[in-house]
């Protein structure tokens, strides 16, 4: 075997960078996102780069450029900073490292050196990019939630712990409906990220993620966490996400039950289907055909309301249209263990209606009148008016 060098290394100058080398054998990286990682390395420490300069120098699309970018945050290469502005948190920067900075052996405990910046803007790609950097400042949080021992997942702890019982169950529930719909990337750093996440952009993030899944190219739909700490469903085209006309409807939440209650006021349209073993029962008088009728129907006969039943089991997501909003806007919480609550549940009785399943501790109902006397008047009045409501907007076509 010969023992000539098959590497040959020019005359070194001042124009090389050292990089480790477990960058190029890292095999969780696609070889695109190797060569990103290892042009941003080649740069100054203040380097800023703007997104149009890796199209240009990799000669991709801005999707493929965000594809790379993506998985650089995914495997502790990258992470966003925020910078200070007059006092204030302006606009994030990422920070890319020569070592990951997630899964780090216990021999290299210590934090990775930054090594560039890349801010993040849509400049396009006939921009330069700029050797001149915003001072990110010292206490500036990170939102790298994949470290368990960041200072941003610290921050998302300490504030989930001061949440309220309520709010962290509400919080936790909608990130599980939300999860089931991605099932992509580790999920608890996916929950660490929706926690760091504000109500609003929680609320923002469940009404696009439908649009978003139907937009983006499968092999392009990143890990959960990166989704989510990039809000990602931001990076739409505008005309896309002006009018979202379908979301995420919550379990007892107003569009679920109200799209629940329009379903059920039409009439049943369920086959009620009698077995061979339905008939000897009924033959050997062990079962009453009014009664297996009645029970099927409950089960069988509003097909929408069996959907959401069903899917609520296996606490998948129910996508709906959003046309009922407006007229759900003024439904009020009712406690599981009310009065009221067992007046909703006996109306369903006499409509032959099959009621909530497992009914959270509080449910959306249309409002009632609070001087009512007689619930039960008050519920069908309240149930009325609904029905009245929608039909005049003509989005009474839930079922």
Known sequence: MSSEATIRRGARNANYVAVPNRIFEDSRLSMEARWLLGYLLSKPDNWIVVIGDIIKKGGCGRDKARKMIAELVEFGYAEREQVREDGKFGSSVLVIFDEPSAGIPSDQSAQPESVAFLPQTDLPATAEPSPVSPSPVKSAPSNNLDLPNTDSYQASAGAEEGLKRSDRKKIERDFTLWYATWKKGEVGYARNAWFAMSDEERAECIERTPLYLRWAKADEI??????????????????????????????????????????????????????????????????????????????????????????????????????????VAEFRQVKSDSALFAAWADLHERHGWPFIEHPHDYVWFPAVDDRAEDLHEAVENALATFISTISEAGNDDAA
């Not at 086959?271 to 029962?281: H, K, L, N, S, Y």
């Not at 297996?292 to 249209?321: C, N, Q, Y």
């Open 222 to 327: 990143p890990a959960a966490s990166v989704f989510l700490k990039n809000r990602g469903w931001r990076d739409m085209p505008d005309e896309l996400t002006a009018a979202p006309t379908r979301g995420i409807a919550k379990v007892c939440g107003k569009l679920w039950m109200g799209t629940r209650l329009a379903a059920l006021s039409k009439e049943p349209s369920g086959r009620v289907i009698f077995t061979a073993f339905d008939e000897r029962e009924i033959a050997a008088g062990r079962a009453s055909r009014e009664a297996l009728t009645h029970s099927k129907r409950l089960e069988h006969g509003w097909p929408l309301v069996t959907a959401m039943r069903d899917l609520a089991r296996r606490k998948e997501p129910f996508i709906t249209s959003l046309a009922l909003l407006p007229s």
